[in-house]
């Protein structure tokens, strides 16, 4: 991918916020900043990642474009299909469970008419798939909306946070 596709697919912005995250690493680590990078092109891409952004992320940071999939796939943080705007994750650990983890899942999927894995009708919220740990045990039962944690939550707060997301 030459730089005139990699300028095109990835905003300045994005490109602006990529660099910030290889100047935190030695120059021979560029491979360090791939987690800050996807991250970035999936803000831009309204919550999921594509196989052609990925590659502009190899480009621009000069890596195998297998060694970008290799992180995009293994972190559950990453889409790499289409899903609602709002990433909302209920954590499923024991803790979490045995503080009413469980309902609060129950209640979700009540209340937005999905299930785990999928995304509102409308496109406002994706409810991910169990996760095993958001490390938070002593705050469970706890979520995780957009990279903010949540935590010692009831069914009412959670309507409150589900209530503010636009």
Not at 16 to 43: M, N, T
Not at 59 to 76: D, G, M, N, W
Not at 101 to 129: A, F, M
Request: charged content about 30%.
């Amino acid at each position: 991918m030459n730089a005139q596709d990699v300028n095109r697919l990835l905003s300045e912005h994005t490109r602006e916020e990529i660099d910030g995250w290889v100047a935190r690493y030695p120059a021979e680590q560029k491979k360090s900043a791939v987690l800050g990078a996807l991250r970035a092109v999936q803000h831009q891409n309204d919550g999921h990642l594509t196989t052609e952004l990925m590659d502009a992320v190899a480009a621009y940071l000069e890596l195998a474009r297998i060694e970008v999939y290799e992180v995009a796939t293994f972190y559950s943080i990453f889409e790499t299909r289409p899903c609602g705007r709002h990433h909302v994750s209920i954590c499923n650990n024991i803790a979490c469970k045995l503080m009413g983890g469980d309902e609060l899942v129950e209640h979700v999927e009540k209340r937005l008419g999905i299930k785990l894995g999928e995304s509102t009708p409308d496109g406002r919220i994706y409810l991910k798939d169990e996760e095993e740990c958001l490390a938070a045990c002593d705050g469970g039962p706890m979520m995780q909306v957009d990279h903010v944690y949540y935590e010692n939550l009831t069914p009412e707060k959670v309507d409150e946070i589900l209530d503010d997301l636009e």
